[in-house]
């Protein structure tokens, strides 16, 4: 098995490019079917989201696609909720269009809702979720997910533009952290 080392910590290769590369394939073939003539708007959420994003927009065979890029930052916020998720960067007008959310991970879910809440909230006729990664048991809220690549244990991960504090997104296989 193939380990690195990120500051203190050790991983493994867990999912290989090649694994990812095929789930990517299959969900650009679901979206071609739902998305055909809809002149979807698919949202990249960085950082994580870079490499997904660039995958699948390459493999997805629609003349009418766009894609644009948000960022998630979070702040101290008011005391009840002491963390605000603000979305930066969405300047395209989404009124009445289909969106497609694309992340690279849903864990607890609640960064995916809080994106979403968001997205409807400015009149997009639908908005759709697509995740790279999804840890089914580490999931707490209920939306839905529309398109999923892999679903994988409740480990941390690295690689593939998921990041441990800053480093490892640059790393083309996915990795678990050894424990
Ligand atoms: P959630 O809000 O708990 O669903 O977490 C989603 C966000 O947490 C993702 O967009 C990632 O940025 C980060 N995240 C969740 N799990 C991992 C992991 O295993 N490795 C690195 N980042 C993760
Ligand atoms: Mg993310």
């Not at 290989?16 to 650009?28: G, N, R, S, V």
């Not at 916020?77 to 998720?85: L, N, P, R, V």
């Not at 244990?153 to 640059?170: A, E, H, K």
């Amino acid at each position: 098995m193939k380990r690195i080392k990120l500051w203190d910590k050790e991983f493994e290769i867990s999912l290989p490019f090649e694994e990812i590369q095929k789930a990517i394939q299959k969900m650009a073939g679901q979206m071609k079917v739902d998305l055909e003539g809809k002149n979807t708007l698919f949202v990249c959420i960085l950082n994580g989201s870079f490499m997904f994003a660039a995958d699948l927009m390459k493999e997805l065979e629609l003349n009418d696609a766009e894609i644009s890029f948000l960022k998630l930052a979070s702040y101290a916020g008011t005391a009840s909720t002491g963390e605000i998720k603000e979305l930066i960067g969405l300047n395209e007008n989404i009124k009445d269009r289909t969106v497609v959310i694309l992340e690279d991970i849903v864990d607890s879910g609640h960064t995916i809702a809080d994106v979403m809440a968001q997205i409807s909230e400015r009149g997009a006729k639908e908005v759709k979720i697509a995740t790279l990664l999804f840890k089914p048991a580490a999931m707490k809220t209920a939306v839905h997910l529309d398109y999923v690549g892999l679903e994988i244990p409740n480990d941390f991960i690295v690689g593939y533009g998921l990041d441990y504090d800053r480093r490892g997104r640059n790393l083309k296989d996915i990795y678990t952290l050894v424990k």
